[in-house]
């Protein structure tokens, strides 16, 4: 079936490096994606976005890349935080009229002083 | 900043029991969800909810699941008869209408232990 994925389940980093999260989806009509941050005990918390006929978004420290070819989104972390450790999860969004979120397995991120 | 809310944050019930998991949306949100995340897993869509009907539903929600808005405010989420692999945080999340963002509000969870 189709399903949105990731690469890699864990990934440390130095704190103050760039950490690069990578997603693969297998679904080419989703529309609009989502990247999420869940910290330990919490729900799911948005980060940042794009939609399908975007290939590049940025936010504050934060640059969210598709590759619509090779069907693959990425998160770009600039100078990485204690505060970023968490899982971070892609998703994307059904052509529904619910507009139901569909997510990835996740990525943890351990940030290291 | 607007939040969902979720209670209880932690119940432990008997295999079995009933349980209702409330949420309080967003006020000016119309779409509501249902996701759960075993431990350790990624987090599953059970259940959306709008216009006070059910829009759509996965293969998890079934004839044990239930949802309703009983009161125009708290979105609830019950289960039946509880099984031990009902263990999960369950996720509240709202939505605006469909002119306004995609992105899902979640609320911080329930945590339903089934023992």
Known sequence: GESVGL????????????????CAYSNSASDYFIWYKQESGKGPQFII???????????QRVTVLLNKTV???????????????????CAEINSGSARQLTFGSGTQLTVLP | EPEVTQTPSHQVTQ???????????ISNHL????????????????????????????E?????????RPDG?????????????????????SRQDPSGA???????????TVL
Request: proline share 2%; charged share 20%.
């Open chain 1, 71 to 89: 069907k693959h989104l990425s998160l770009q972390i600039a100078a990485t935080q204690p505060g970023d450790s968490a899982v971070y999860f």
């Open chain 2, 15 to 25: 295999m079995g029991q009933e349980v209702i998991l409330r949420c309080v949306p």
């Open chain 1, 7 to 22: 690469h890699l389940p864990t990934l440390s980093v130095q704190e103050g490096d760039n950490s690069i999260i990578n």
């Open chain 2, 31 to 58: 779409y509501f969800y249902w996701y759960r995340q075993i431990l350790g897993q990624k987090v599953e869509f059970l259940v959306s909810f709008y216009n006070n009907e059910i829009s759509e539903k996965s």
């Open chain 1, 49 to 59: 976005d794009i939609r399908s006929n975007m290939d590049k978004r940025q936010g």
């Open chain 2, 102 to 112: 995609n992105v899902l509000t979640f609320g911080a969870g329930s945590r339903l």
């Open chain 2, 73 to 93: 405010s708290n979105f609830t989420l019950k289960i039946r008869s509880t099984k031990l692999e009902d263990s999960a945080m369950y996720f509240c999340a």
């Open chain 2, 60 to 68: 998890i929600f079934d004839d044990q699941f239930s949802v309703e």
